[in-house]
């Protein structure tokens, strides 16, 4: 199993500014992942983070918007750039290592932004 | 494309009662098939999973759920629920794009 632990934990931020998420995961993993969780919403996947390339973004996601890194197979980290009201979520890194197997998920990072 | 349906936003149930959350999915070739639970303000767990083999598959807290390739569906079920089973489960799938997908998520809400 993996331990994934993300930071912060949660913020509350100005509109207009931005925001990096750090995601470490206890152990090296293939695959990464970044989910936004609305209030009251289930899990949207935002982007695959894929280590030593760009991020593959879902239909919705832009790069310019939400800028990932994955410099290696236990880090990766996601920027939310240019905040508005509509990006206070949860935000959940995740991991699995194998097509077939369990994906674990991070605590969340509680973003609140004003 | 895959997707995933969860038929009930809501469940009331009483206390003791048996309850079933009712998961459908679609994807044009094999599947990986899980159930997490979110309890309130708290991080996601997995409940169970279907990778492969048995159909009839059971997880933590009394939780089973059964794989129904014909009817593309993975309905979560529990004999007899508690208080503290009182969350948002979420139904999620594995397809051919490798990614896990959720679905809307059901509030099950356990009354004394």
């Known amino acids: 199993s993996a331990v994934i632990s993300q930071k912060p934990s949660r913020d509350i931020c100005q509109r207009g500014t931005s925001l990096t998420i750090q995601c470490q995961v206890d152990?090296?993993?293939?695959?990464m992942f970044w989910y936004r969780q609305q209030p009251g919403q289930s899990l949207t996947l935002i982007a695959t983070?894929?280590?030593?390339?760009?991020?593959?973004?879902e239909s919705g996601f832009v790069i310019d918007k939400f800028p990932i890194s994955r410099p290696n197979l236990t880090f990766s980290t996601l920027t939310v750039s240019n905040m508005s009201p509509e990006d206070s979520s949860i935000y959940l890194c995740?991991?699995?290592?194998?097509?077939?197997?369990?994906?674990?998920f991070g605590p969340g990072t509680r973003l609140t932004v004003l | 494309a895959q997707s995933v349906t969860q038929l009930d936003s809501q469940v009331p149930v009483f206390e003791e009662a048996p309850v079933e959350l009712r998961c459908n999915y679609s994807?044009?070739?094999?599947?990986?098939l899980f159930w997490y639970v979110q309890y309130p303000n708290q991080g996601l767990q997995l409940l169970l999973k279907?990778?492969?083999?048995?159909?009839l598959v059971k997880g933590i807290n009394g939780f089973e759920a059964e794989f129904n390739k014909s009817q593309t569906s993975f309905h979560l079920r529990k004999p007899s629920v508690h208080i503290s089973d009182t969350a948002e489960y979420f139904c999620?799938?594995?397809?051919?794009?490798?990614?896990?997908?959720f679905g809307q998520g059901t509030t099950l809400q356990v009354k004394p």
């Open positions: 983070a894929n280590q030593g390339s760009e991020a593959t973004y």
């Open positions: 999620a799938v594995i397809g051919g794009t490798g990614k896990l997908i």
């Open positions: 279907y990778l492969s083999g048995s159909t």
């Open positions: 994807s044009s070739v094999s599947v990986y």
């Open positions: 152990s090296q993993v293939t695959m």
């Open positions: 995740s991991a699995r290592d194998r097509v077939a197997g369990e994906q674990f």
